[in-house]
């Protein structure tokens, strides 16, 4: 199983960046998937997630209208466009992938890419 992030870097304040995660292993397809992001000293929190078929998503209060979370299933390959960047969108940003298992799901992790946004 491998999810692999890439697109971060360092951006100045209300510019925007294109993070993907390219994920192979797994059913792709069938799987919710999430960004989370991790600040220096701060607990890991959920950023945007996207349903197995792209249906649906949903965005934690801080990004909306500024992320948007897509996905495409034939590439198997996972988006956030990340818009009006801000100082405080600066985190090691992490895909998820929550795969149907028999007894629920079951989750893995991508490496992380760096965000960082100056003001």
């Known amino acids: 199983v491998q999810l692999v992030e890439s697109g971060g870097g360092l951006v100045q304040a209300g510019g925007s960046l294109r993070l993907s995660c390219a994920a192979s292993?797994?059913?792709?397809?069938?799987?919710?998937m999430d960004w989370y992001r991790q600040a220096p000293g701060k607990q890991r929190e959920l950023v945007a997630t996207?349903?197995?078929?792209?249906?649906?998503?949903n965005y934690a209060d801080s990004v909306k209208g500024r992320f948007t979370i897509s996905r495409d299933n034939a590439e198997n390959t996972m988006y956030l466009q990340m818009n009006s960047l801000k100082p405080e969108d600066t985190a090691v940003y992490y895909c998820s992938a929550r795969v149907p298992v028999i007894t629920g799901s079951r989750n893995y992790w991508g490496q992380g890419t760096q965000v960082t946004v100056s003001s």
């Open positions: 996207i349903t197995s078929g792209g249906r649906s998503t």
């Open positions: 292993g797994i059913p792709f397809s069938i799987s919710t």
